[in-house]
């Protein structure tokens, strides 16, 4: 007999195929089920390999010996009357047709799974989504949401399972870090950061996140950092159904989290079927450093970040020079730096706001030098440039950051409040849209647009942003839902949530009583007017090196529309979007004052629209003066 017949009759090549299918199914099953568990990853990688090393063995065994109705004989032993072979035989072919329909149904499963149709989304602003219910602010028409578009994910803030809580920096920063990588795929729509971290700490149902961020897909996970070892374990879901598309546990040591992050990122790509362009084939996650220290000093500084923690930008500051000294060609902690050092001079005021445009323009020089592909750098420049009143040169830098990342959810939204603040309402007020279409529960953004909608009469939408700006804990909320209140015909109420709108930041330079004097002002009460021109005079006879932004706003929203203009026209205020945001809205007497022009000129305001265009609603006229409607 030959050996092939032998291996026949002795059902080896059948034990083969019938091993390979069990163990494939294994594997597969071993691959989905473990990591929900939070099995290590080198277990699955066990059953592998000793899938692996029990093929030949089992080969063997089955050469050696037969399964008869005595139990297992060796085949040497058995007589061809006692022999089962033929009926053994039929019962693998039996399982192995089954194995094979198994394995068919995992391939139709995952390859075909029922998705949302591609090409669902809707034609909007830079091809994004509209926020539910927003406008055009060309058209003025309502649009109706649809479906998520299939390519589109929210990255959750993954879960910080450190024995040390204070790692929770850590565990944020490798989520965004995957965030930032997927925000650059032309091919796949990401909710910003702050739209997915609102989340955090709350069990919320994955459809309600989806229908939220208009997304269809959301990945989640965590990490446990203990010393110098990193486990990540991560989730791709979909929205619709809470179905599991993919997961996976990743252990290594902290040098090794940049390959992590990168195989997460990939992992997602090719789950999306998302389209990579360019360098992108070869490389997603852009850490811009090899030094894992200077990479946690950066994520902690960036923590501080974007949580806005005025007190601690001293300290954020100080993580950032610390990184550049491990690592001096790292040009996201130069980027990051000059960022703070913009926003921190903005909250610290007087001193810190005159001293810190040198640093802002070394650091966003560097930067830009070391990665030119950067968007920040610009974009923290520009916005510098800006409440410093070098309008053309902030309009420029801005545009600039813009063009290098379109996605960039902070340079969209710094550029539109630029936008608005000059006079450029239509611009402004798409840059603002684009912004919430990329990030749609940024709280300033929300505020911003919301207090547009009030201004323009469309007081359901204003509404609806005030909300959701709450929600998102914007602590200024009041300023804009005093302008709601006052167009309801509600004074009171406009007067409390103004005075919660500015009490402890916006007056800060002034008595605890201040910000319900000032609200009580701007709403006509005569004696708090009278109270405030007292206030306000004693507080400028003090000669401050700059003056409250709020000064100005409460004496053109109180019937002093002159001095205001005149206290604001030299030099910048401590918060000029106060003043400036004020000038362009309609209905605003400011534009009509006799005083106008002259601050126009002055402040620089003119400058920029010889340079680049009249605002909306303004022409000069023959004298050489900008006069607005």
Known sequence: MSLLAELKRRNV????????????LITQVAGTVLPMFDVPAWVARAIVILLALGFVPALVFSWIF??????????ADVTSEQSIAPQTARRMDRLIVAGLIAVAALVVADRYWPREEKGSEPISVAGTTPLPGSRDPEEGAGTVSTAPPQKSIAVLPFVNMSPDKDNEYFSDGVSEEILNALTKLEDLKVAGRTSSFFFKNKNENLTTIGETLGVAHVLEGSVRKQGEKVRITAQLIRTRDGFHLWSETYDGDLTDVFALQEKIARAITGKLEVILQGDQKTRLVQAGTSNPEAYALYLQASAVFNRREGARFAEAIDLLKRAIALDPRYARAHARLASLYSVNSNYMGGSAFSTALPSIELHARLASELDPSLAEPYAALGSALGERRRFLEAHQSLERAVKLDPNDVTANFWLATQ???????REGTLALDRTLALDP?????LLWRARLYVFEGDLENGALLLRKATEGGHVFVGIGQALLD????DKAAAISSMTSGLAGYFT????????????RAIYGDAEARRQTRNLIDAYLAGKPEYIAGVVPHVLMRSGEVGRGLVLAQDRPTTNDAMVFSELFRRNSEVKGAPEFPEFARRSGLA???D?????DFCRKNAEGDYVCE
């Not at 800060?508 to 609200?519: I, K, T, W």
């Open 611 to 615: 340079a680049r265009g009249p605002p």
């Open 13 to 24: 090549i059948r034990m083969a195929g019938l091993y390979l299918v069990g163990a494939w």
């Open 607 to 609: 400058g920029l629209w």
């Open 66 to 75: 037969e399964l008869t109705p005595g139990g297992l004989k060796r085949d």
């Open 419 to 425: 936008l608005i603040s000059t006079g450029y309402l």
């Open 441 to 445: 529960m940024l709280p300033n953004a």
């Open 486 to 489: 006052n167009a309801r015909g």
């Open 508 to 519: 800060r330079a002034f008595p605890p009583e201040a910000a319900g004097l000032f609200a």
